[in-house]
């Protein structure tokens, strides 16, 4: 079953973007529970999984037959997970609205696509900016700075909600901070966002502070604190 993404509109879809962005823009990457309750994105892509309404058992128990008995599954908002769900680890993160970011193309950066794979993932396990699999790349534009030829930083979208495009995996290597790589990055992907008529977006964890503060003089501006919660679902 594929449900529609409902009558949200404005910044109300990042409420719950997840959800939004499987049921729209991404729905060709999108697994559905049983009773179209609850949904995740393909293993490859993405690890965070959805439910249509989280106050909703009846979304849980679809989320839960998705998944299987006793799997780990990553949901992210203000949850409350039901009796019989375990908790294994919450991430206090926040959510920021681009919409007041100045977008502005990087003539340096290049398009990164799957056979970039194998150096993105490597990029990403020594600076570990969040989740990055074998197909996240097929989400959404990622761009790339090189210095004589290796990969030193990039950036990419993830969720993409309607009217929004998250951007996810900025990241740059230890050996090249302090040149305003992923400042340059961010903005170029804002720019590719904004050229198809959507607004950035970003989360952050809430106690990456030195990234909070580089986004918030970026023009970012704090929307809401949601929790990235992992959690398994009952035996």
Same mark, same amino acid.
């Not at 979304?59 to 299987?68: I, K, R, V």
């Not at 809430?206 to 990235?228: C, E, I, Q």
């Given at each position: 079953?594929?449900?529609?993404?409902?009558?949200?509109?404005?910044?109300?879809?990042?409420?719950?973007?997840?959800?939004?962005?499987?049921?729209?823009?991404?729905?060709?990457?999108?697994?559905?529970?049983?009773?179209?309750?609850?949904?995740?994105?393909?293993?490859?892509?993405?690890?965070?999984?959805?439910?249509?309404?989280?106050?909703?058992?009846?979304?849980?128990?679809?989320?839960?037959?998705?998944?299987?008995?006793?799997?780990?599954?990553?949901?992210?908002?203000?949850?409350?997970?039901?009796?019989?769900?375990?908790? $294994? *680890?919450?991430? %206090? #993160?926040?959510?920021?609205?681009?919409? /007041?970011?100045?977008?502005?193309? +990087?003539?340096?950066?290049? &398009?990164?696509?799957?056979?970039?794979?194998?150096?993105?993932?490597?990029?990403?396990?020594?600076?570990?900016?969040?989740?990055?699999?074998?197909?996240?790349?097929?989400?959404?534009?990622?761009?790339?700075?090189?210095?004589?030829?290796? $990969? *030193?930083?990039? %950036? #990419?979208?993830?969720?993409?909600?309607? /009217?929004?495009?998250?951007?996810? +995996?900025?990241?740059?290597? &230890?050996?090249?901070?302090?040149?305003?790589?992923?400042?340059?990055?961010?903005?170029?992907?804002?720019?590719?966002?904004?050229?198809?008529?959507?607004?950035?977006?970003?989360?952050?964890?809430?106690?990456?502070?030195?990234?909070?503060? $580089?986004?918030?003089?970026? #023009?970012?501006?704090?929307?809401?604190?949601?929790?990235?919660?992992?959690?398994?679902?009952?035996?």
């Amino acid at each position: 079953m594929s449900p529609e993404s409902g009558t949200l509109n404005g910044s109300e879809v990042l409420d719950n973007p997840v959800w939004a962005a499987l049921t729209g823009t991404h729905r060709d990457f999108a697994e559905f529970a049983p009773a179209g309750l609850a949904a995740r994105y393909t293993p490859d892509t993405s690890p965070f999984a959805a439910l249509a309404d989280p106050l909703d058992p009846r979304a849980w128990a679809d989320l839960a037959e998705l998944a299987g008995p006793g799997q780990e599954v990553w949901v992210t908002g203000l949850l409350t997970p039901p009796p019989g769900w375990q908790t $294994l *680890v919450e991430v %206090a #993160g926040v959510q920021l609205d681009g919409r /007041g970011v100045r977008a502005v193309a +990087a003539p340096d950066a290049v &398009p990164l696509g799957p056979d970039n794979v194998p150096e993105m993932l490597e990029l990403v396990g020594l600076t570990r900016p969040g989740p990055f699999l074998d197909r996240t790349v097929e989400l959404g534009t990622y761009l790339g700075i090189r210095h004589e030829g290796r $990969l *030193v930083a990039m %950036a #990419g979208e993830r969720m993409r909600p309607e /009217g929004w495009s998250e951007i996810s +995996a900025v990241c740059t290597h &230890p050996d090249h901070r302090g040149r305003g790589l992923a400042d340059r990055l961010v903005r170029a992907v804002a720019a590719e966002v904004r050229e198809r008529g959507d607004q950035p977006f970003l989360h952050a964890a809430a106690d990456n502070t030195g990234a909070v503060r $580089l986004y918030g003089a970026m #023009g970012f501006t704090l929307r809401r604190s949601p929790l990235f919660v992992g959690v398994r679902t009952p035996a």
